[in-house]
């Protein structure tokens, strides 16, 4: 398990920082984070280890991606996320304030998800330029992940 973060459920504590990502659990399957400058590919690794032992065993997982701020990723840390996001449950991914360079790698790592990924797990995502239209998309993800499940 990742430094700081407890068991599942129960995030201890709700707000971290592994390397330059900062991050805060905003509920029981729902984080938000934020990464400053190039992303490298051991702090996401150890940022992943946490989101996936808090959400391995949930119905679905939310995250809210804020990359205002990020100036670049490698290909191995693309390949990561790829890789890791496989493990997890359904997800909806919002992705904040993305300009075309980020946009653009986001769109990178979004594609590599779909040829990679055999789950059969739902991953949809969608860009916006504000917090309160990405929480408000998510929230509505929810409900669909819910009731879906409940068929």
Known sequence: MARGIACRYHPQPDMGKIGTITFEWVGPVSVRSKSRGVLQEDETS??????????????????EVDVTELTGMTAST??????????L?????AVLGAKFAQRTLAKLVFTAVAMLDRSGRINEREFFNDTESAQAWLNARAVRFLAAKQK
């Open 46 to 63: 150890e940022f992943l280890d946490a989101v996936e032992a808090q959400v391995k065993d949930a119905p679905y997982f939310l995250w």
């Open 78 to 87: 693309r390949r990561i996320v790829a890789e890791r996001l496989q493990r």
């Open 89 to 93: 449950p359904d997800r909806a991914i």
